[in-house]
């Protein structure tokens, strides 16, 4: 993003808060209010019960634990036999209980990335915004990675973590009280005092998870950073390799391939170096994680281990202890197994809550300077185009009318010309509301519907038809009458091809492609037509003949044409000039 006096402009922070607690709550609002709120609900609350009813299906595996055990050390045979029944019966309960749960947790990553790509999209294709949002800096480059890829893996995220942290704290809920009741079994024997302590295998198991949780957290916070800088240069990457490839032809006519790969290398090169330092925290990160799970192993029994060989521990008593001690571990070491995943989780936040949170405030992340005054853009009652006092902000300098006001009534032909560089594209952004900084007043016509068409007009990806007929929907437009508009401008030979997908933008040289956008002038018949260098491709004598095929089909649309030199259009019996003048 670049100021007015053409100085790069810092990146305006959002509104939404920068803690996660924050962007999580701008997030949740947001989807209560969504029209497919009530499906995530509905899952969320299947997924909630049926980790409810795991934990007392854990509780009661636990239970079983102690009859086994105590089963095997009596060698009782007929116990030993109730008990492995009784084991099958628990396990095929789990087991439905974790496939439910499977496809739960899948529906609802299916059903949270629906609603927000959707909400994201919706933000981003409102009118202008994603044109304002590539004048926005950092935050507007390569904005197709936050809306695929970052929602992709925050919804994921989420979900996972969300149920994994719902679950982890149920269970921590479920046996913290059992694993305090079964600490009183745990006796210290000095000389010939025995003393219990309440809630020891509790207060160690607390220990042990708040210690692995801070060194784990100590190792993870640098990948936050880390993560949101390998996502960036990924998009910029991928980006690269897009643009070589839309750019083929051209770099092929220059030889300019060496240069293309040297410019993808040094891409490449700043992803890796990302990647590598990546590498080292996963590993500094690893050690942490890995040694916290293989100490957890013994843990539980070192810990247990004086009230067993004390004798006041069973064999049955002690493997209970330890299960409750491993489902309260595995409870508590939530974070510490997931200190990966958080880190990433929280970089895909920062960069979704960043985007979403500028296209909330697009004016305001995209406005060149924050001294620039606004454009005042409203409708008229009349039939008339009026430009009051007009001036247009440019990056070094502003761009108005030399001949001051402009009034242009329906079916008049107005040509604006100006030199290179003077800003009347800019002017013309301006009249279509997507450049919103300068001065005076632009007041369009109340009635009558207007087009814009551009240099180079856009061809949406699809069949032949789609691009003739955009914007307006597939039906609405009948078959004759696009191969009409099409024969009129000149492409009759495409009429044949009206349902062909291919990339239109490709295959049709610019010329065609400038001759498609008036045959949808013809198609949508608009009141008031406003051209930027619409024809710059074509030559005099056929500009002449579009002009006046305009003139016979349309000869009531008011006509404002935005040309370099007015010397080739003799059908514009007015003419205004635009000129560039430096701003101090």
């Known amino acids: ?17 920068v803690s996660a607690i924050g962007q999580l709550g701008a997030l949740g609002r947001a989807l209560l209010r969504a029209r497919g709120r009530h499906r995530v609900l509905a899952i969320s609350a299947g997924l909630v019960a049926v980790i409810a009813i795991n934990a007392a299906g854990q509780i009661r595996l636990n239970l079983w634990q102690g009859d086994f055990y105590d089963a095997l050390a009596r060698k009782a045979t007929g116990d030993f036999l109730v008990q492995t029944l009784v084991f099958l019966a628990i396990v095929a309960v789990l087991l439905a209980l974790v496939v439910s749960q499977v496809w739960l947790l899948e529906m609802l990553k299916a059903r949270l990335r629906e609603w927000l790509t959707n909400d994201l999209i919706g933000r981003w294709l409102a009118p202008s915004h994603a044109y304002r949002l590539g004048l926005a800096g950092e935050i507007g480059t390569n904005p197709d990675q936050r809306l695929h890829e970052d929602a992709r893996k925050l919804t994921e995220h989420t979900a996972e973590l969300g149920v994994g942290l719902l679950q982890s704290t149920l269970l921590l809920a479920s046996f913290v009280g059992v694993l305090w009741t079964l600490s009183a079994g745990v006796a210290f024997h000095w000389g010939e005092r025995t003393f219990t302590v309440p809630g020891y295998m509790v207060w160690c198991a607390l220990a042990y998870a708040a210690g692995g949780s801070a060194l784990a957290w100590w190792r993870a916070r640098p990948l936050v950073r880390l993560n949101e800088a390998l996502y960036g240069r990924e998009a910029e990457l991928r980006f690269g390799m897009v643009r070589v490839a839309e750019s083929a032809e051209g770099i092929a006519l220059y030889r300019g391939e060496s240069d293309e790969r040297a410019r993808l290398g040094a891409m490449l090169d700043r992803v890796i170096d990302v990647m590598c330092r990546r590498a080292g925290g996963l590993a500094q990160l690893t050690w942490v994680t890995s040694a916290y799970g293989w100490l957890g ?21 002690l493997m209970m202890v330890v299960g409750a001690f491993y489902q309260v571990q595995q409870a508590l070491r939530w974070f510490v197994d997931n200190a990966p995943r958080i880190a990433d989780w929280r970089a895909t936040l920062t960069r979704v809550m960043a985007l979403r949170d500028a296209l909330d405030h697009i004016d305001r992340a995209a406005r060149p300077d924050d001294a620039v005054p606004r454009l ?5 009652d009349a039939p008339r185009f009026e430009l009051r006092g007009v001036a247009v902000r440019l990056r070094n300098g ?17 040509l604006v010309v100006g030199a290179a560089g003077a800003g009347k594209s800019t002017l013309f952004r301006a009249i279509a509301g997507i450049w919103p900084w300068g001065r005076g007043e632009i007041v369009l016509p109340g009635s009558d519907g207007l087009l814009f068409l551009p240099n180079r007009p856009y061809l949406p990806p699809g069949t032949l038809r789609d691009s003739v007929i955009y914007p307006a929907p597939r039906g609405s437009v009948m078959d004759e009458a696009a191969r009409t508009a099409l024969s009129e401008v000149g ?4 009429a044949a091809e009206l349902d062909r997908e291919a990339r239109w933008d490709r295959e049709l040289a610019l010329d065609e492609q400038q001759r498609l956008a008036f045959a949808r002038v013809l198609l949508h018949r608009p009141g008031w037509l406003f051209m930027d260098d619409a024809a710059s491709a074509l030559g005099g004598t056929e500009r002449a003949a579009l002009r006046a095929t305009l003139d016979r089909l349309l000869g009531d649309m008011t006509v404002i044409a935005f040309e370099r030199n007015g010397e080739e259009h003799a059908g514009f019996p007015r003419r205004i000039h635009v000129v560039r003048t430096a701003v101090p």
Do not use: C, N, W
């Open 376 to 380: 005042t853009v409203s409708r008229g």
């Open 491 to 494: 492409l009759g030979h495409l």
């Open 398 to 414: 502003e761009a108005h009318v030399a001949e001051g006001d402009v009034s242009v009534g329906r079916g008049e032909r107005l």
């Open 1 to 17: 993003m670049m100021t007015a006096a053409g100085k790069p402009a810092a990146q305006r922070p959002g509104e939404a808060g």
């Open 297 to 317: 192993i013994v843990a539980p029994v070192l810990v247990a281990a004086p009230g067993y060989f004390g004798g006041d521990l069973s064999f049955g008593g």
